[in-house]
């Protein structure tokens, strides 16, 4: 299963970001996709995730009203669109996938190389 992710760039408080994670055929249909990020020195962090069927979501708190997880199955495409962005988003985004609805990181096998999102104050 290979995930790449990318769509990371330097983007002012209060803006916004898309985030796009290419999956390749195998993973439609039968894993989760999570999104997580990791601020230096802090731990890797569950962000939202999303069924390739139903397409149900689950978000963290800190993120929740501001942050919407997607997908293009047709396109075997998995989104993360932020808005409203604040400094403390700022971290490296992983796109992975996992065969649980979990947002415990080691539920997850496969994971992308990571994309960076930097937020300015």
């Known amino acids: 299963v290979q995930l790449q992710a990318s769509g990371g760039g330097l983007v002012q408080a209060g803006g916004s970001l898309k985030l796009s994670c290419a999956a390749d055929w195998r993973t439609a249909s039968n894993y989760i996709m999570g999104w997580f990020r990791q601020a230096p020195g802090k731990e890797r962090e569950f962000v939202a995730r999303i069924t390739w069927s139903a397409g149900l979501t689950a978000y963290a708190d800190s993120v929740k009203g501001r942050f919407t997880a997607s997908r293009d199955n047709a396109k075997n495409m998995v989104y993360l669109q932020m808005n409203s962005l604040k400094t403390e988003d700022a971290a490296i985004y992983y796109c992975?996938?996992?065969?649980?609805?979990?947002?415990?990181?080691?539920?997850?096998?496969?994971w992308g190389q990571g994309t960076q999102v930097t937020v300015s104050s």
């Open positions: 992975a996938a996992g065969r649980y609805y979990s947002d415990d990181a080691s539920r997850y096998a496969y």
